[in-house]
């Protein structure tokens, strides 16, 4: 029935070359609510809230001095460098609708908003004085999805789905589906496959297909262990390398029953 949920995410990016580092810690909260006795239909809503870290080392730095032409170097670096260290606070919200029916079409649908402040990340802004540093703040980022789950008949249903997700000028479109075949009801016991394409637009404002994406994933008792690979348009038939992606995800589906 009614269910409440909590999660900590721990993120950490290094660049050791440089010293610098990105450091992240978010608390997760959301409620579920059952919108029926068959409890196969929920409501959901959730936020979070976070703190993210930012340094980099200066000793990691060279600067050049320069040199007068005849009796060495005369004038030393005179670069301004802004602090080294700083820390913003993060929030993000969304909404989430879930139709599971033991029988008929399912219907997963949900949006979120993140960056809701849209957090100031230039280690050169002046809190005091804004207008003597430069400003990079975090564009707030909206993302949306929809997928369903379609019954075909002997144990074999389609999963089309669509995801669209927007930050600034950047836009980036998901849409594909899985087929999923029951191979041991008992245990739970089924195969996906399934595939995509991902159209994408930024400052000229052309969209354009940036890649096509295949899956295949070994449901077994709630869990599924996927294997994908995204295949970059631009580097088919090209000399060029490491352009598409190989992920392995694994997720646990639920209980809606």
Not at 112 to 128: C, D, G, Q, T
Not at 142 to 151: K, T
Request: include cysteine; charged fraction near 15%; aromatic fraction near 14%.
């Amino acid at each position: 029935k009614d269910a409440f949920g909590v999660g900590v995410l721990v993120y950490n990016d290094r660049v050791p070359k440089l010293g610098c580092s990105n450091n992240q810690i978010n608390v997760t909260a959301a409620f579920h609510k059952s919108l029926g006795p068959s409890n196969d239909q929920f409501l959901s809503a959730g936020f979070q809230v976070g703190i993210a870290q930012r340094n980099f080392s200066y000793e990691r730095f060279n600067f050049e001095d320069q040199f007068a032409g005849d009796n060495g170097y005369t004038n030393p670096t005179a670069e301004i460098l802004p602090p080294n260290n700083f820390a913003y606070g993060d929030i993000g919200l969304g909404i989430n609708y879930t139709y599971a029916p033991n029988r008929g079409i399912g219907v997963y649908a949900g949006a979120a908003m993140h960056h809701v402040l849209e957090p100031e990340i230039s280690f050169f802004y002046n809190e005091e004085n804004p207008e003597l540093g430069s400003t990079d703040f975090l564009h707030r980022k909206y993302s949306a999805y929809v997928n369903l789950s379609i019954p075909l008949g002997l144990g074999i249903s389609l999963q089309p789905r669509a995801l669209v997700y927007a930050q600034g000028p950047h836009l980036a479109m998901n849409g594909g589906a899985n087929f999923r075949f029951v191979l041991d009801e008992i245990n739970g016991f089924a195969l996906h496959t399934g595939g995509w394409v991902r159209p994408v637009s930024s400052f000229d404002e052309q969209l354009t297909l940036d890649a096509v994406v295949g899956m295949v994933g070994i449901e077994y008792s709630n869990f599924l262990l996927g294997f994908s690979y995204d295949a970059r348009i631009d580097a088919v038939g090209s000399q060029r390398k490491q352009r598409g992606a190989f992920e392995i995800s694994i997720a646990y589906l639920g209980e809606y029953d």
